[in-house]
């Protein structure tokens, strides 16, 4: 017997595996397979499990999908997110088998991602490649590269920040009774060391070590570090804040609602859109623009890209450079005729200097 002939045989001869019925969900009348349980059998029965893999739905892995985004460390917020996008952005495709996706599905994922921002189309057609990526890196065969399809660019907006000068008369201008008086902590800690508001606002009373000069924070969105510094003026308004509460809560930022409870984001966005309509702040600024500030001012200083990403707990300097770190437009003239200018003296005094020496 040829050896071609044995390799057509040992095809059509199928393993016992394939025929074996798995448990199936009652709600389905469609029969799944038992998958090969080793390499070996991937190899001897390439089309028979192309065939079984193939003639999965696509809407069977997304939970597997999920709990591998679990597995790999992802936030809560993230899960709960990817979640969101393949429910309402990934439905599209849910219904087809793998054999049937095509490259051409992300119009139609695009569409759907219209409908949640600024930022949905990019969101749902990133979610999708990473699906297929997933399905890609479990061996399962897709019919195309899972690198062709093109996540959309989006033209980032500006982001609005307050400059050194215009943080202090914001600051300035806060009365400082009880909530005027928690605001301003809030805002400086934010300004000064670059926490996201859910992290400030998850910080405890424990967390505060005022003799290292550190607050223990609990990093979100995938960062790095398990703490921020502070400043001796930080420090001021952390202790006059402190001084001023009369009550056992732990947390640090608290609101009287029926009872001591910790201040959520929700109620720190209306204070602080109510004090930009109230000392009429022409710049549209959340709680984002401190740590963009705090970004800004400290490159301005002289700090260098790494120690910026550092300071801000991103995992990579490309998050710090793209979404941080803003400029002056009308500063960009004057550094650029100061650095060149004096290079320019320098060149001249040179040339003084060898022609005096000749």
């Known amino acids: 017997m040829s050896e071609r002939t044995r390799r057509e045989k040992s095809c059509l001869t199928l393993p016992t595996w394939y025929n074996k019925k798995c448990r199936s969900n009652p709600a389905t009348t469609r029969v799944v397979y038992a998958q090969p349980s080793n390499r070996l059998e991937r190899a001897l029965y390439p089309g028979v499990v192309s065939r079984v893999l193939l003639s999965m739905k696509v809407k069977e892995q997304f939970e597997p999908f999920v709990q591998y985004k679990v597995k790999q460390g992802c936030a809560q917020h ?56 997933y399905l890609n890196d479990k061996g399962e065969k897709l019919p195309f590269r899972f690198q062709d399809i093109l996540v959309p660019s989006v033209i980032e907006r500006e982001q609005d920040y307050l400059l ?9 201008k806060i009365p400082l009774d009880f909530y005027g008086l928690r605001d301003r902590c809030l805002y400086e800690l934010l300004w000064s060391t670059g926490c996201r508001i859910g992290e400030a ?69 209306k204070r602080l859109l109510a004090y930009r309509k109230a000392f009429r702040i022409t710049k549209k600024i ?10 800004t001012y400290l490159m301005e200083q002289g700090a260098n890209i790494k120690e910026v990403q550092v300071l801000c707990r991103h995992r990579s300097p490309r998050t710090t450079l793209k979404s941080y770190l803003k400029y002056q437009k009308t500063k960009v003239k004057d550094v650029h005729q100061n650095i060149f200018n004096n290079l320019t003296s320098k060149f001249k005094n040179i040339i003084r200097e060898t022609a005096e020496v000749w």
């Open 201 to 269: 606002l998850a910080i405890n009373i424990d967390d505060i070590n005022f003799k290292e000069k550190e607050i223990k924070v609990k990093t979100f969105k995938g960062g790095e570090g398990t703490r921020v510094f502070i400043s001796e003026r930080m420090e001021g308004w952390l202790k006059e804040w402190l001084a001023k509460r009369g009550d056992n809560c732990p947390a640090l930022f608290i609101v009287y609602f029926g009872d001591i409870v910790r201040l959520k984001r929700s109620m720190s966005n």
């Open 286 to 295: 959340s709680h984002k623009a401190f740590r963009t500030g705090f970004a």
């Open 164 to 172: 050194p000068e215009e943080f202090e008369d914001f600051m300035n």
């Open 78 to 133: 993230t899960i709960t997110e990817y979640r969101r996008f393949i429910s309402e952005t990934l439905s599209c495709i849910a219904e087809k088998k793998l054999s049937q996706l095509r490259v051409i599905d992300r119009v139609d994922i695009m569409e759907l991602g219209r409908q949640h921002g600024y930022w949905g189309e990019q969101r749902a057609v990133s979610t999708f490649r990473q699906f297929c990526q």
